[in-house]
């Protein structure tokens, strides 16, 4: 057989653009019949869009997509998995509630009667019949949401499967497995291979790449890098392709914290469920202390867990040397600590109260005198934050949900900065912000620290990370895998500790 | 055609601001004049002391319920809770010989103590407010029937010593002309109630908690004890009410109550208080509570019966509900700022 013919998929300079966005540039992207092939890159770099666009969840803008020798056009998902090509999603999208076998044959349930009655006989049959097929061992009568994780994962696959697949896509897969289900994922993974199913492998974690796949394309910022065979590349090479070597800005060269800064935070073995396992660290005053790590990699499992937002296993808590207690925001706040949040529509801001009732929304025991809040002084600080900001809006009474995204980022700054704390974690402080915007976040963080106020920043952007980083500690699956000072810091370097899989579960 | 659409804007822009905030007093007027020229003796001052009294008790609770339905919850308790308190406070009185105005302060106490029991319920053991208070609407209900013993509680009357209090909600003078005086205490409720929710601490927060409960919590709000404040609020209202409605009705029923809540929530709906929480204002839900009482007054006086109120109360409901949609759904049509295509 030639290869042509053994060619199930192929994607060619695929486009895509959001409003404001590249999302995709000229990306190629083909699959053997049988082939394991990976398709990793930063966070980011266009992996998810790209299979957005082949099941059909939006449109490509222009370039060509091959399927089965003939020109391809994705109708609605449904159509898509009807015609061979499934998708596994990180998160599973199943009804806990019901069983296995009705999970995988729901929408298609087998009748008798004419269509009248559920012939539950029949379904159990053709659902131990399927896991025949695939060597896997479940009861098919069981509640799906009895089954572990791993369990119903495989139950997804063999329900992707059952539709008679030519693609299997799978997105991060393994991110909520233990070692056994793993391996027990990855041999479903070469059987189905053998049997001829071209298989799509999200993954950051290299060893697993190492293991399973055939061949690796990487993409970076919506370009494609390049396609190499498993075997004849290095884990080191594969880093070096996602981080690229074209630096946009000029990272940080030196730290600018004095030495002998005196500690302000110190975290001792902290835990917090199962993505915050044993954290360590020190914070300094007047410094900015990057988090660094691919996404679910526990960093805000930290930050939260920090800001009695999550509950606190164990572990150790010192500010300004004293030993405290956060079991609630409340204390975190009362300790002089701020947390911005990654999703600060669901976490930060009441959208619908204007500019001034949320910047003020923190400190109200500030400007009150038991009885009536002085409504002069409240007008008078957030006039003065929001002139210090910069903050684009009409009026104090503007509601939120009407500003844009840097400036509804600058209220909740200004939230805590007119409460005055001295301890700010800033999530992914300029996700879904502009250019402009972002620039002055980062002068505005520059002159917060300069001022005495400490910053943890967690950022899935390498490059910010290593501007404005004094220091840099790397999470991966819920622990910390390197501290790097911003000296010895790479874009490598990060990303070979962001991969690394210290510990097994 | 451009004209046209310019036009449009400007009225659309028109409405966005202003509409909101006078099409409910608007109603209002309009409806007064309505029934006026087409209802016999309308335009009269008995017919406006008629519809002062009839509002003051779901007046009462409708400011309660307000702050309830602010935070985001809902308070399916407050009439039968406002109906035990008066049935207790009257059984205290007339049973048990408490003196007058102790037996008036029981009646607050009752209403405060069902807010509580709903505040924690809601803010401590995390059940649904829909559920918590559709428990304590039940309890209450029956709390009443057992204390009263399942007997009508009769406030004295106005002729008798202790009669004094009527006059809070009715100043009747020698000569039978009748000032309706509870429409003053019922402005004032309202006024202390628009003065907490817009500049004391507990009102923002209780804005706050309705708007993003989670953004709240995280930026240090004790969320538990203002969710609950909401609720404790509710239940003063409903004491109060209690109060209003023994002066105003002298007997009181047990297992009265029912469906007052929903004329309530309603007034609060009608007056613009949005119930995914975060928006509403006390004046609004006035507005609201005396559309409610003008149809009850109007259209007896049109030769329709006092049930057709209902009928139009559901009406009015539904429509003011569908023009709030409406205008939200255009001002963010009118953000995204989409290119118009006619």
């Known amino acids: 057989m030639s290869e042509t013919n053994n060619l199930v998929l192929s994607m060619k300079n695929i486009d895509k653009r959001f409003t404001g966005v590249h999302a995709l540039k000229g990306v190629n992207f083909d699959l053997y019949e049988g082939e394991i092939h990976a398709l990793v890159g930063e966070n980011g770099a266009g992996k998810s869009t790209m299979m957005k666009a082949l099941t059909g969840i939006f449109p490509k803008d222009s370039g060509d997509i091959i399927y089965l020798g003939k020109p391809y056009k994705p109708g609605n998902p449904k159509e898509v998995l009807e015609e061979g090509i499934g998708i596994i999603h990180q998160e599973l999208n199943m009804m806990d509630q019901l069983t296995v076998a009705q999970n995988i044959f729901i929408g298609r349930e087998s009748t008798k009667l004419g269509g009248l009655i559920l012939d539950k006989e029949a379904q159990y049959k053709r659902t131990l019949e399927l896991f025949g097929r695939l060597n896997m061992d479940i009861d098919p009568l069981e509640m799906l949401g009895n089954l572990t994780v791993g369990k119903q994962q495989m139950v997804e696959i063999a329900k992707a499967v059952s539709h008679d697949l030519k693609i299997l896509i799978l997105d991060e897969p393994t991110a909520a497995l233990t070692e056994t289900e793993i391996n027990e994922l990855f041999t479903i993974m070469r059987d189905l291979a053998a049997k001829g199913v071209g298989m799509i492998y999200i993954s950051h974690r290299m060893d697993e790449i190492n293991q399973i796949t055939d061949r690796v394309t990487v993409l970076r910022d919506g370009e494609y890098v390049g396609t190499k065979t498993t075997l004849d590349v290095s884990k080191e090479e594969i880093i070096s392709m996602m981080v690229g070597r074209v630096i946009y800005e000029e990272p940080k060269s030196k730290s600018n914290v004095p030495e002998g800064a005196e500690l302000v935070l110190q975290v001792d073995k902290l835990n917090a469920g199962r993505m915050v396992r044993d954290i360590s660290f020190d914070l300094r005053k007047g410094e900015i202390l ?142 879904g912000i502009d250019v402009g915007a972002k620039s002055e976040i980062y002068t505005l963080m520059n002159e917060l620290v300069k001022d005495g106020k400490s910053i943890i920043m967690i950022s899935s952007e390498l490059q910010e990370i290593l501007r404005m980083s004094d220091r840099i500690v790397v999470m991966s699956e819920g622990r910390i895998t390197g501290k790097l000072s911003i000296e010895d810091a790479s874009q490598e370097s990060i990303m070979k500790y962001a991969t690394m899989q210290k510990y097994k579960n | 055609m451009e004209n046209l659409s310019k036009k449009n804007n400007i009225l659309q822009n028109l409405s966005d601001i202003g509409l909101q905030r006078i099409l409910a007093p608007a109603a209002l007027v309009l409806l007064y004049i309505f ?29 309660g319920v307000t702050f309830v339905i602010i935070s985001g919850g809902i308070d399916l308790s407050v009439g039968t809770v406002m109906m035990c308190s008066a049935i207790i406070g009257g059984t ?24 509580f ?46 009669g ?28 202390i109630a628009f003065i907490i929710l817009t500049k004391t601490k507990m009102g923002r927060y209780i804005f706050a908690i309705g708007s993003n409960k989670e953004a709240a919590r995280l930026s240090g709000v004790d969320v538990k004890k203002w969710e609950m404040m909401a609720y404790v609020v509710a239940g003063a209202t409903a004491g109060i009410g209690g109060i209003s409605f023994a002066a105003v009705y002298t007997t009181v029923m047990p297992a009265q109550g029912q469906g007052f809540e929903l004329y309530a929530i309603a007034g609060a709906v009608i007056g613009g208080t949005s119930l995914s929480g975060g928006i509403g204002t006390v004046f609004g839900t006035l507005i609201g509570v005396y559309i409610m009482s003008v149809l009850r007054a109007g259209l007896p006086s049109m030769d329709l019966q006092a049930h057709y109120q209902t009928f139009f109360t559901g009406v009015v409901v539904i429509v003011a509900v569908l023009l709030d949609i409406y205008r939200t759904q255009k001002a963010s049509v009118i953000k995204i700022a989409t290119p118009s295509k006619e």
Do not use: C
């Open chain 1, 290 to 431: 990057g988090f660094a790590g691919l996404m679910g990699a526990g960093r805000t499992e930290t930050a939260r867990a920090l800001f009695g937002a999550d509950k606190i296993e164990s572990g150790q808590i010192r500010i300004n040397g004293e030993l405290v207690h956060i079991t609630s925001p409340m204390d975190a706040v009362s300790h002089g600590i701020g947390y911005l949040s990654e999703d600060r529509k669901r976490y930060g801001l009441a959208t619908g109260l204007s500019v001034s009732d949320n910047a003020i929304l923190a400190s109200y025991d500030m400007y009150e005198n038991g009885l009536f809040i002085h409504a002069k002084q409240v007008e008078k600080v957030t006039s003065g934050f929001v002139e210090r900001l910069r903050i684009k809006t009409p009026s104090l009474n503007q509601l939120l949900k009407n500003l844009s995204g840097g400036n509804q980022q600058k209220v909740v700054i200004a939230k805590w900065l007119i409460k005055n704390s001295d301890i700010l974690i800033f999530d992914e402080p300029t996700r």
């Open chain 2, 92 to 115: 205290a009185y007339k049973t048990w010989g408490w003196p007058m105005w102790i037996s008036l302060l029981l009646i607050l106490a009752v209403g405060i103590a069902f807010g």
């Open chain 2, 117 to 162: 029991i709903n505040g924690l319920l809601v803010s401590r053991l995390k059940l649904p407010p829909f559920i918590a208070t559709l428990g304590t609407m039940m309890i209450s209900m029956g709390v009443g029937s057992i204390v009263a013993n399942v007997r009508s509680a009769t406030f004295p009357t106005r002729a008798s010593e202790d």
């Open chain 2, 164 to 191: 004094w209090f009527k006059s809070i909600f009715k100043y009747i003078g020698d000569d039978g002309f009748s000032i309706p005086t509870g429409a003053f205490v019922l402005f004032g409720v309202a006024f």
């Open chain 2, 35 to 63: 029934f006026g020229l087409f209802g016999r003796n309308f335009f009269s001052y008995d017919t406006m002391v008629n519809i002062f009294d009839s509002s003051y008790y779901i007046g009462f609770i409708a400011i």
